[in-house]
């Protein structure tokens, strides 16, 4: 999810970059999927520093954000089909955090969090505002969402 997120920070100020960081996240969802399990089970000795309580969220997360920097519909299915109905608790959202990210995979709040880090990234390039179809948009606006 972050390579994906960060992958549409640089897609302008620098492609390639933006690039490998894209088909890096697609290689570790592919891979981490393929893999399924909780991580601090695996690698024991992570656990005082990582004792994490699951793996369906960050699947969830991870999918939500390939397909919003990539629009392959594939990554969309994969949240809202079978995944979906196995971990994403949908009407049901509890709370956003390290260890459970199931309420930012679920409309509306992934929307809105997608617009405030949209918003962010305006404002940390100066883009002063953006355009879809004839209507203009700043990050004000974006936060507003």
């Not at 997608?114 to 962010?120: E, G, I, K, P, Q």
Request: glycine content about 6%.
């Amino acid at each position: 999810a972050a390579m994906a997120s960060a992958s549409l920070v640089f897609k302008e100020a620098d492609s390639t970059y933006s690039s490998t960081l894209l088909k890096h996240a697609k290689q570790l969802f592919t891979f981490a999927d393929k893999h399924r399990g909780i991580y601090s089970e695996n690698i024991p000795e992570v656990a005082t520093y990582y004792n994490s309580t699951g793996y369906g969220d960050e699947l969830l997360w991870a999918a939500a954000w390939l397909y919003h920097a990539t629009g392959d519909n594939s990554y969309l299915q994969y949240a809202t089909g079978q995944n979906g109905e196995d971990y994403a608790q949908f009407g049901s959202p509890t709370w956003f955090s390290w260890d459970n990210k199931l309420a930012g995979t679920q409309q509306p709040v992934a929307s809105a969090f997608l617009a405030a880090v949209y918003s962010d990234y305006m404002l940390t390039t100066q883009t002063p505002k953006i355009k879809c179809d004839s209507d203009s948009f700043t990050p004000s606006d974006l936060r507003d969402f």
